[in-house]
């Protein structure tokens, strides 16, 4: 049973940094292509960042990059997600997400999602 577990999530001002992780049950992370999206009240939920199965590729929204990173640890079973410069409007609830398919594209076509955690950045 495939099981992903949001953390990290919380209150943090604007210019700081925050790190979420995503716990993964059921599967191998390094077989899946892996990625962060977020969802802001009003809004549709949007692609924030992947990884490749073979953890060398990456992809992100112009919105983040330069700013936040993705990457995992095979041995934990964990994908993370680092935050940095942090704006008002990276506010959002963020998900965890598994590609559908194991060794598949790194754009990924997801179709597993976590529970979510909450990133709120005010001062």
């Known amino acids: 049973q495939v099981q992903l577990v949001e953390s990290g999530g919380g209150l943090v001002q604007p210019g700081g940094s925050l790190r979420l992780s995503c716990t993964a049950s059921g599967f191998t992370v390094s077989r899946y292509v892996m990625g962060w999206f977020r969802q802001a009240p009003g809004k549709e939920r949007e692609f924030v960042a992947a990884?490749?199965?073979?953890?060398?590729?990456?992809l992100y929204a112009d919105s983040v990059k330069g700013r936040f990173a993705i990457s995992r640890d095979t041995a934990k079973n964990t994908v993370y997600l680092q935050m940095n410069s942090l704006k008002p409007e990276d506010t959002a609830v963020y998900y965890c997400a598994k590609d559908r398919s194991p060794y598949g594209d790194p754009k990924g076509d997801f179709g597993s999602w976590g529970q979510g955690t909450q990133v709120t950045v005010s001062s």
């Open positions: 990884i490749s199965w073979r953890g060398v590729s990456t």
